[in-house]
């Protein structure tokens, strides 16, 4: 009897995935305009930005709609390394190549993996990895974001996320926010401490600059 109900309780999710799955692909997707997310400032938290370009192979094996990359640079000559991946709803809102495949892939070595809190009471979630290359070790976070939800840590949630947003919003887009910094002396606290200062004033200025998307198809991508 139990297994009766155990495969047609199976029986009826899979139907009520295909309906829903059906009727998102009926509705008109959202085209983005990535333009304001290149207004991010180049002040934060009295940090100041240089941007880097991106070569373009890198940004083709991206494709991204919207990318900023760039070296926060603090008056005392400490250095934050940006970069900010958006995909709209189109795109499917999900980036295809993430932190723990992109380091490997240029060489780094993934020595340690872990979670951060950014802001304490009411604040996030970030990954945090130690990478290292030829000698050279930096400190990684990064998380993924939505329009109305951040501190996302997997593509498998932020995916959900998006499902979530197509009912019940209409769009379904989301980001990639990731920031490292140089390891001095062994000193991984000290790049913390960089680091978690730059991915709350970070994150502050992305609520402000996040694109916008018309389910009418009439945005720029």
Avoid at 25 to 51: F, Y
Avoid at 138 to 160: C, E, M, P
């Amino acid at each position: 009897m139990n297994d009766r109900f155990q495969t047609i309780g199976l029986l009826t999710l899979l139907l009520l995935t295909g309906i829903t799955a059906w009727w998102l692909s009926l509705r008109p997707v959202a085209a983005s305009d990535a333009a304001t997310l290149r207004t991010l400032p180049a002040e934060l938290a009295g940090w100041n930005a240089v941007d880097i370009p991106m070569e373009q192979d890198v940004a083709d094996m991206l494709r991204a709609d919207a990318n900023v990359q760039r070296a926060y640079i603090h008056p005392l000559g400490f250095v934050v390394y940006v970069y900010v991946g958006y995909y709209g709803t189109a795109r499917g809102g999900t980036p295809e190549h993430t932190p723990e495949m992109c380091y490997p892939a240029q060489g780094w070595q993934i020595d340690e993996t872990g979670s951060v809190a950014i802001g304490g009471n009411g604040g996030f979630m970030a990954r945090e990895l130690v990478v290292e290359k030829e000698g050279e070790r930096r400190l990684v976070h990064f998380w993924y974001r939505t329009q109305a939800k951040t501190g996302i840590q997997s593509t498998a949630a932020l995916r959900w996320s998006h499902l979530q947003a197509r009912l019940f919003a209409g769009r379904g887009d989301g980001a990639l926010v990731r920031l490292d910094a140089p390891i001095e002396d062994d000193d991984i606290d000290a790049a913390r401490q960089k680091l978690l200062a730059m991915d709350r004033a970070l994150e502050s200025a992305l609520a402000t600059v996040w694109p916008t998307e018309s389910p009418s198809g009439s945005g720029a991508s």
